[in-house]
């Protein structure tokens, strides 16, 4: 069972850290080059953005980080793992909440600009970029902290996975 422990916290924190890491990467740098855009090429590039992160390379680890880190929490509490359990459950419960905000608030948002339809017959770009751009940047940010809390609490527990595995070694 060690080694599924291992492979499966490892999997969990790898896979956290890739989606906190594609998140970040918006707020940095994404959405702050395209608020020096024009209205027509903010609506125009995330609409493009939405419908090409839909893939299999995000959303495998996105999705499927909590299911990873819900089999870690139940391998330590069933295995060696029990001092990183906690670690692995406020882990669990950073993504959920990150993951709550990316479908009840960037997801909707998303779709409405898809469904504002495409650029050039928007009649007011504008009205469409003030009813996305803040409200989408703010929640990005807050989604991007609870995720990258969550790699860092997943990196915590491998750590002391580690460190108790190998004291029992």
């Known amino acids: 069972m060690n080694a599924l422990q291992t492979v499966t916290l490892l999997t969990a924190t790898i896979s956290t850290g890739l989606t906190a ?16 855009s024009s209205d027509h ?27 990873v880190t819900a089999l870690a ?28 905000i990316t479908m009840a608030v960037n997801v909707p948002l998303n779709n409405e600009l898809d469904t504002a339809g495409a ?24 989604r991007t902290l609870a995720h990258t809390a969550a790699f860092g609490l997943l990196a915590w527990a491998l750590v002391l996975y580690g460190a108790h595995s190998s004291a029992n070694a």
């Open 21 to 36: 890491g594609v998140l970040f990467a918006y707020a940095c740098s994404v959405m702050p080059g395209l608020a020096r």
């Open 41 to 67: 090429t903010l609506v125009e590039t995330m609409q493009n953005i939405n419908r090409a992160i839909l893939n299999p390379w995000f959303l495998l680890p996105f999705v499927g980080s909590i299911p």
């Open 73 to 100: 929490a139940v391998l330590a509490w069933r295995g060696d793992g029990v001092s990183a359990l906690p670690w692995i459950i406020a882990a669990l419960v950073a993504y959920v909440v990150a993951f709550a």
């Open 119 to 142: 650029p050039e017959r928007i009649a007011d770009l504008a009205a469409v970029r003030e009813r996305f751009e803040n409200r989408w940047v703010l929640w990005n940010g807050l």
